[in-house]
């Protein structure tokens, strides 16, 4: 008798590989192609994003400006005229991105809000498009008002013209986590706020992405908030943009402003500005 037919059958229930995250294949888009306004915004741009249940990843994308990093987030997110790639492959959950989803909540650097409804029915928009009756989405807006720090009293019945920018921010990201995205793309949401706001958001996010459990990608120009937030970095280089390395950051356990005063964070932060300014200096940029 052979060896092969003493060998144990394998296991029938062994787990199956989760489809990756986020998956981006040799991803080209050039803008006006043909033409003699074609302008390639990123270029054979390729990463892979595990699936990590009940622990998700925060990967943070930094690069000079006019990198493509905004290109990335709506690339995955599906919107036009981003989306489609000019060639290569943009996949989410194993499938490829066909356009916008329900799985994919995006955050932009503008206060995003309806400017004749109220924080509460800001908040509940998404259900409500979904169906789910006003009781219930009302009663989900109110708990969501509570996770981003407001105050479900005295703000849930305020317009966005009566609130501070950090204030419509945490709106937004509400708005967002509220309907439990499995992707959260942040492009540059803290980016109007002043110096003390900003870290207390950046806190925030860090609190709302345990509890979420998702996938968060946060594009920024903030060498110290990439640090701060990311467990993966991805460093672009001038346009068109592709990664030039990965970096691999300890999540953080302490409040930005006490983070950002350690020794090792300031290392860290001076490695990444000094190799981001190599490459404006190489590409001839002010």
Known sequence: MSNEALAPNPPTDAPQELPKVVEFKNVTKTYSP?????????????FTVDDLPGVGELIAVL?????????????????????????????????????????????????????????????????ECLGVPKPVRHQRALEWIGKVGLCPERDAFKYPHQLSGGMRQRVAIARTLILKPRILLMDE??????????????????????????????????????????????????????IIEEIHAPR???????????????????????????????????
């Open 34 to 46: 043909g033409t003699p306004r074609a302008y390639t915004a990123i270029k054979d741009v390729s």
């Open 63 to 127: 690069g000079p400006s006019g990198c493509g990093k905004s290109t990335v987030l709506r690339l995955i997110a599906g919107l036009e005229p981003q989306h489609p790639a000019t060639s290569g492959e943009v996949l989410v959950q194993g499938k490829p991105v066909t356009g916008p989803g329900a799985d994919r909540g995006m955050v932009f650097q503008e206060y995003t809000a309806f400017d004749n409804r109220t924080v509460l029915d800001n908040i509940a928009f998404g259900l």
């Open 189 to 242: 949401p803290f980016g109007a706020l002043d110096p003390m706001t900003r870290l207390r958001m950046q806190d925030l996010l860090i609190d709302l992405w345990k509890c979420a459990e998702a996938t968060v990608f946060f594009v920024t120009h903030s060498i110290e908030e990439a640090v701060f937030l990311g467990d993966r970095i991805y460093i672009f280089s001038s346009a068109p943009g592709t």
């Open 252 to 286: 953080q356990k302490l409040p930005a402003v006490e983070a950002q005063a350690l020794p090792e964070f300031a290392e860290r932060v001076r490695y990444i500005r000094e190799k981001i300014a190599k490459m404006e200096s190489d590409a001839g940029v002010l």
